[in-house]
T-cell receptor
Framework: DVKVTQSSRYLVKRTGEKVFLECVQDMDHENMFWYRQDPGLGLRLIYFSYDVKMKEKGDIPEGYSVSREKKERFSLILESASTNQTSMYLC?????????????FGDGTRLSIL | AQKITQTQPGMFVQEKEAVTLDCTYDTSDQSYGLFWYKQPSSGEMIFLIYQGSYDEQNATEGRYSLNFQKARKSANLVISASQLGDSAMYFCAMREGMDSSYKLIFGSGTRLLVRP
């Protein structure tokens, strides 16, 4: 079974802090994704990566950056956290072997910015 | 315009009955894929079923089936013989085109509650 692990289930940080959310997958997937989920809005893509050191902006990249130094790890960074970044963050990964490959998700991190 | 529309914010179904969750999509691509995910209250997103735009038959996976009507651009999820454990949020998602990124666009979700 694919395992996508996010480092924290719950996280509380203060405005202005630099926040790191970590995601690790154990199935050698090429593609990795970061989403945020807000009520009534579904999942919105922040950034994704299709290879080590490669990254592309998603639909809502402002205020975020990412890092992929190793294939199995994809980090989301909030450079200077703000209260409007309070949300559920979901990491996902997928194989690069055809468009029918589903994305496999972690359990999510509920982030609160005070 | 929304790419994925789920018009039912919430639904009830009686245990053991079937339920249909609606999903309509908007794309000009000829090649695309449609996915359904389940999200229980614990938060993890669970992949349920996939339908490719060129698949001639409706996808089925156990108690889940996808009612794919290409001309109407709809991809409704049918859950047969509902169980209490089916209570969750359900998301429809679409992958457009043939690029290598395989990005998904998600709908806003439908919350399903199964009554005993």
């Amino acid at each position: 079974d694919v395992k996508v692990t996010q480092s924290s289930r719950y996280l509380v940080k203060r405005t202005g802090e630099k926040v790191f959310l970590e995601c690790v997958q154990d199935m050698d997937h090429e593609n990795m994704f970061w989403y945020r989920q807000d009520p009534g809005l579904g999942l919105r893509l922040i950034y994704f990566s299709y290879d080590v050191k490669m990254k592309e902006k998603g639909d809502i990249p402002e205020g975020y950056s990412v890092s992929r130094e190793k294939k199995e790890r994809f980090s989301l960074i909030l450079e200077s956290a703000s209260t409007n970044q309070t949300s559920m963050y979901l990491c996902a990964s997928s194989l690069d072997e055809g468009a029918n490959q589903p994305q496999h998700f972690g359990d999510g991190t509920r982030l609160s910015i005070l | 315009a929304q790419k994925i529309t789920q018009t039912q914010p919430g639904m009830f179904v009686q245990e053991k009955e079937a339920v249909t969750l609606d999903c309509t999509y908007d794309t000009s691509d000829q090649s695309y894929g449609l996915f359904w995910y389940k999200q229980p209250s614990s938060g993890e997103m669970i992949f349920l079923i996939y339908q490719g735009s060129y698949d001639e038959q409706n996808a089925t996976e156990g108690r889940y089936s996808l009612n794919f009507q290409k001309a109407r651009k709809s991809a409704n999820l049918v859950i047969s013989a509902s169980q209490l454990g089916d209570s969750a949020m359900y998301f429809c998602a679409m992958r457009e085109g043939m690029d290598s990124s395989y990005k998904l666009i998600f709908g806003s979700g439908t919350r399903l509650l199964v009554r005993p």
